[in-house]
């Protein structure tokens, strides 16, 4: 290990070989380090970019399943047809589905606080407003 040493000190040229050896080496290490850090986070990204994405999907629908339910209820009051009737029960089977698929996806307590309140008031629409609406 001594000859080693003293075989690179010796010259100029051998000293500039090791100094600029070592610097390749750790530019290496540290890129290849930066490409992992970076493949991570971006992977990490991605998967929290689709979970937001299919909750984003199911408060759409839910959403667009009240909407809809709404509108048939004023299309029952003011038609009195018996399809707009029958739809708000359906549109109330949706609501359902789709907030058990929202609870399936949730990940946090203001997704779990969501889903409490779009079901309370779900079932204050569709259990309390709607019969007293339809009698």
């Known amino acids: 290990m001594e000859k080693m040493r003293n075989y690179l000190r010796k010259s100029l040229a051998r000293q500039f070989v090791v100094l600029v050896t070592t610097f390749l080496v750790v530019f290496v290490i540290g890129a290849v380090s930066v490409f992992v850090y ?24 839910i959403e667009r399943v009240f909407n809809q339910a709404f509108s048939d209820a004023r299309g029952y009051l003011a038609f009195n047809r018996k399809e707009f009737k029958l739809s708000i029960f359906r549109e109330q089977e949706h609501v359902q589905t789709a907030l058990d698929a929202l609870e399936l996806a949730a990940t946090t307590k203001d997704d779990t606080q969501f889903i409490l309140k779009a079901r309370q008031f779900a079932s204050y629409y569709f259990g309390d407003l709607v019969p007293q609406a339809i009698e």
């Open 38 to 61: 970076q493949s991570t986070l971006t992977a990490s990204f991605e998967q929290k970019k689709e979970q937001i994405e299919t909750k984003m999907k199911y408060a759409q629908e």
